[in-house]
């Protein structure tokens, strides 16, 4: 079965810091991967996603991952934290061929001045 | 597009009551999902559809839930009677093949 584990429910970054969020995943099958943000009182929003070919995939907003089958990770960083990242950010894998996805518990972000 | 649009964005109403939230996908998308958001178990998947049948409703909590999706372009999900621990955000997701999921706004559900 597909699973999905979010280190840290809560991160507080400066603002012009670099922003990692982890997330390791467990699959059967190669994993389809995806970031997504929500805002408050919004629903959730693409970041970026990996299913084939480049391991590096870069999303909207600057943000980038890096999927690393060796160590069944798929990390989202930004070289430089804006205010406008304060948001939640959530890690999921496809677990069937329909998009089915099994979501992380969810990291919060803060952005401090 | 505009998107998934779900109806209404806040409900409020009193436990044993009949509960109906609306979601219209993007059109072209053959995959329908409903998710549940709370606090405490963060985001669920109720149930989900593909080519308007479902395909896997084990995420339904009980009896009392119920989703439909009579065409490509309109789902339901009911709750009745509904309880106070039914209070949530339901979000309606739609995609196409394996690609990414688009969510809509969400229902905002207390269930007094």
């Avoid at chain 2, 080519?51 to 839930?65: K, T």
Wanted: glycine residues 8%; charged residues 15%; hydrophobic residues 35%.
């Amino acid at each position: 079965a597909q699973s999905v584990t979010q280190l840290g429910s809560h991160v507080s970054v400066s603002e012009g810091a670099l922003v990692l969020l982890r997330c390791n995943y467990s699959s059967s099958v190669p994993p389809y991967l995806f970031w997504y943000v929500q805002y408050p009182n919004q629903g959730l929003q693409l970041l970026l996603k990996y299913t084939t070919g480049a391991t590096l995939v870069k999303g909207i907003n600057g943000f980038e991952a890096e999927f690393k089958k060796s160590e069944t990770s798929f990390h989202l960083t930004k070289p430089s934290a804006h205010m406008s990242d304060a948001a939640e950010y959530f890690c999921a894998v496809a677990t069937d061929s329909w998009g089915k996805l099994q979501f992380g518990a969810g990291t919060q972000v803060v952005v401090t001045p | 597009d505009a998107g998934v649009i779900q109806s209404p964005r806040h409900e409020v109403t009193e436990m044993g009551q009949e509960v109906t939230l609306r979601c219209k996908p993007i059109s072209g998308h053959n995959s329908l999902f409903w998710y549940r958001q709370t606090m405490m178990r963060g985001l669920e998947l109720l149930i989900y559809f593909n080519n308007n049948v479902p395909i896997d409703d084990s995420g339904m909590p009980e009896d009392r839930f119920s989703a439909k999706m009579p065409n490509a372009s309109f789902s339901t999900l009911k709750i009745q009677p509904s309880e106070p621990r039914d209070s949530a955000v339901y979000f309606c997701a739609s995609g196409y093949l394996n690609t990414e999921a688009f969510f809509g706004q969400g229902t905002r559900l207390t269930v007094v």
